[in-house]
Each structure stands twice: as structure tokens, then as C-alpha cells.
């Protein structure tokens, strides 16, 4: 078995995405019986899996991963892509993400339209799509989800663990409103932080949640929504399908859209909002089952990381 680093700590509670899939790779490398360290002290460390070039708990950025690498020239570096400056509107990420994938021996990216996206700024690695997962002992639909006989006022439901304006809070402002105009017609739940813009009215706030109490949550509602900008991947629609939920969710979506065309509507403007949610309703059952679960789950996406990290291990 190998000496593995993943640049990035645990954190417990809820949080981001990139959270809980550095929880379960470090559960599930070790599973395998590979030996996890949070330290470049050693050194024969076998592979290095790069979340982020950036500093963090650890204080391991690619600085320290790229003389780690000059010293220990057998080390393996796994670089997953999971950001951008689109999803953000930033200005710095692209570059640093670039620049550093130059120590890289494998990349994955968690969607194409990122890969693509990487591609037309230059990147031009060898490089693989995952796609993300959950954990579907959390995230499952209701038994009879299949017969569900939606009734109104419809249930819609979003989470976020980020306030940044383009997760779509331009959306789910509109939608607070159709709530006070149509009470009878829409109910809306927001489950974590928000930008102090989005100052609903009607909707429903419930403080971050994670894990199981999330599932329990999501499960309570109709239909997921998802108005996210130029997501790489994202994992709260995900979670929402995952709970037995089609999702409506934006066009310009980015790695978002990969992952509901199946199960989900898109709209582009709020003015498509109350015509989309029908179209929702209309077509429910459809919907519902067009989900598939086994694409959803994290043990699929771990199961690509493990074989992907298997294959560099091997050729170390």
C-alpha cells in the first residue's frame, strides 16, 4: 500500500462541496489501506492528491508540493480541477490553477464544460472527467417517490453553503416573490448561508445543514431548483436529485447542466420561472424516474479516483 497526502483537511460540520469529497476520499483511501499524511516530512510519499494550490489548514500549496516534487522526483501529483474565475466572477483563479497544474501527472476535472472551459485557456495536460457524488445512505429518495401525487402549493427547495451573488440569488428573489403573489401556488425553502441581497419575504430559511438532516430535509419538498452560474460541477443539485427530486435549474449553469438534463428543466430568465415549474409539475413522474441514482452516488466517483490512483501508483 502507498503513503498518500491530500493538500487539504477535513472539516467537520457543514460546509462546501470540495469538503465532503476530501471526507470521504481520506475515509476511503484509508479503507484500502493506503497510510494518510497531513505532512511533506517525509520522504517517500507515494502520490500527492492536489485539491488546491492555495494555502490552507495543512500549509501545503504548490509551493511546497512543487520542491517537494523537485527533491522526490517518483512522487505521483493528482491535480483535481474543481474552481474557476467564472463561478465567481473573479480574476485570479484561472492563472493559478494553470500554473500549477505544471507538476501534475494526471488532472481531473468534475465536469466537461470545465475541461472545455481549461482547454480554451490554454491547458493542454492529459486530463480525465469525474464526475461528483453523494452519499446515498443520506441523500435518497422517499419509497414511494414514484407514485408521489405532487399537490399545491408546490414544495421548491435549494440549498447553499456559499452567499456569493452568483449562486443565484437574483432567482431565488424573483421566486420569493411569486411566493407572496401565489402563495396558494408556490412554496420556497432556503437552506443555508445567503447574501444579505437576497432579503426574502416569503420563503422559507433553515440554517446550513449537512449530512443526513439535509437528506431529511430536501426530502420534504417537490422539486429542487438550482439557479448557480457557471458551477464547475457543484454538489447541491446533486443532493437534491439524489433526494428523489427533478431540478430546474439555469441554463448557464456550466458543469450543472451535465448532470440534470435528465431529470431537470432549464430556464434562462425569470420571466421562464412559472412556465418552467409547470412544465415540472406536467411532467413529473418522467422526470422523477429519468433520475439515476448509481451516477449520482458517491461510490461511483470514488471508485474512479481509487482506479485512477491505482493506475499512477502502479506506474510509479
Known amino acids: 500500500m502507498a503513503k498518500i497526502l491530500i493538500n487539504r483537511k477535513v472539516v467537520q460540520g457543514p460546509w462546501g462541496g470540495g469538503n465532503n469529497f476530501v471526507k470521504s476520499l481520506y475515509e476511503n483511501l484509508s479503507f484500502a489501506g493506503h497510510e494518510i499524511v497531513e505532512s511533506l516530512n517525509d ?34 501529483i493528482l491535480h483535481r480541477i474543481n474552481e474557476c474565475d467564472a463561478r465567481k466572477n473573479t480574476n485570479e483563479i484561472d492563472r493559478l490553477l494553470l500554473a500549477s497544474n505544471v507538476v501534475a501527472d494526471e488532472t481531473v476535472f468534475i465536469s466537461e464544460w470545465l475541461q472545455s472551459y481549461f482547454i480554451t485557456k490554454g491547458f493542454s495536460n492529459h486530463s480525465s472527467v469525474i464526475y461528483n457524488g453523494c452519499n446515498s445512505s443520506h441523500f435518497y429518495p422517499e419509497k414511494n417517490h414514484k407514485n ?54 416569503a420563503s422559507t430559511i433553515i440554517d446550513p445543514l449537512y449530512g443526513k438532516e439535509l437528506g431529511d430535509e430536501l426530502r420534504k419538498n417537490d422539486v429542487y431548483i438550482t439557479a448557480s452560474r457557471w458551477e464547475p460541477c457543484g454538489m447541491h443539485h446533486i443532493e437534491g436529485a439524489s433526494s428523489g427530486l427533478p431540478v430546474i435549474y439555469h441554463e448557464e449553469g456550466g458543469g450543472i447542466v451535465e448532470g440534470c438534463k435528465k431529470h431537470g428543466v432549464s430556464f434562462l430568465s425569470n420571466d421562464q420561472l412559472i412556465n418552467v415549474i409547470d412544465t415540472v409539475i406536467n ?29 499512477m501508483l502502479r506506474g510509479r
Open 148 to 201: 408521489k401525487t405532487v399537490q399545491y402549493p408546490i414544495k421548491i427547495v435549494t440549498h447553499h453553503w456559499s452567499d456569493n451573488w452568483m449562486k443565484g440569488f437574483d432567482v431565488y428573489k424573483h421566486l420569493d416573490k411569486l411566493c407572496q403573489e401565489h402563495p396558494e401556488k408556490y412554496k420556497f425553502t432556503y437552506i443555508g448561508r445567503y447574501a444579505k441581497e437576497y432579503s426574502p419575504i
Open 283 to 311: 411532467n413529473y413522474h418522467e422526470l422523477a424516474s429519468n433520475i439515476d441514482y448509481d451516477q449520482l452516488s458517491f461510490s461511483r466517483c470514488i471508485k474512479s479516483y481509487l482506479n485512477l490512483i491505482d493506475k
Open 43 to 76: 520522504n517517500d510519499i507515494d502520490l500527492i492528491v492536489m485539491i488546491d494550490p492555495r494555502y490552507d489548514d495543512l500549509k501545503i500549496s504548490i509551493n511546497e508540493i512543487f520542491s517537494y516534487k523537485q527533491k522526490n522526483k517518483n512522487v505521483k
